[in-house]
Every structure is written in structure tokens, then in C-alpha cells.
């Protein structure tokens, strides 16, 4: 990870066993604390947004996917029935 310039601070208060389990693995990392929990965060940050923004599906789902867009299924009676009363009411609010 780069070390880009720090300009903003955030402190934290955490429990003392915390704290120790903290400073043990950055230790092991041989890293000071701040950045291993800089960096630390920063890894989880990027998969929490990731596991919120993408959809994963297993193969099968895959393919009834794509074979649903390259073949779709006819509209059913109350899909119809619903774009009409869309379309009756974007045609009044005009």
C-alpha cells in the first residue's frame, strides 16, 4: 500500500485486550499500530463496499440469466395489466 500524505486524524477508544491484540499483530506485520490499523480498515472498507455493489451467482444462475435476456419469456397477463396503468398514468401527469 502506498503512503499517501495524512491530513485528517481519527481516534478511537478500544478496550486494552483489543489495544494488545492490535499492537501483537503489527508486530508480526512489523508495521507501527497506526498503520496497520490504517491498512487494516482500509481492506475491510473496500470488501464491505464490494460485497454491497457486487452480485455474485453461481454458474447455474448464470446461465438462467443470460438465457433469460437471449430468450425472454412472454409478458404475463398481470405485466400487461400493469404497464398499461403505467402508461395511463405518465399519460395523465403530462
Do not use: W, Y
Not at 23 to 41: L, P, Q
Amino acid at each position: 500500500m502506498s503512503r499517501p500524505n495524512r491530513t485528517t486524524r481519527i481516534e478511537v477508544r478500544i478496550s486494552p485486550v483489543v489495544l494488545s491484540l492490535v499492537r501483537r499483530a503489527a508486530e508480526i506485520e512489523g508495521r507501527s499500530v497506526s498503520d496497520f490499523v490504517v491498512s487494516t480498515a482500509h481492506e475491510a472498507a473496500q470488501r464491505t463496499i464490494e460485497t454491497a455493489q457486487v452480485i455474485r451467482l453461481s454458474v447455474k444462475d448464470q446461465k438462467a440469466l443470460i438465457d433469460s435476456i437471449l430468450a425472454p419469456s412472454a409478458p404475463t397477463r398481470a405485466l400487461c395489466k400493469a404497464k398499461a396503468a403505467h402508461d395511463r398514468l405518465i399519460a395523465k401527469s403530462r
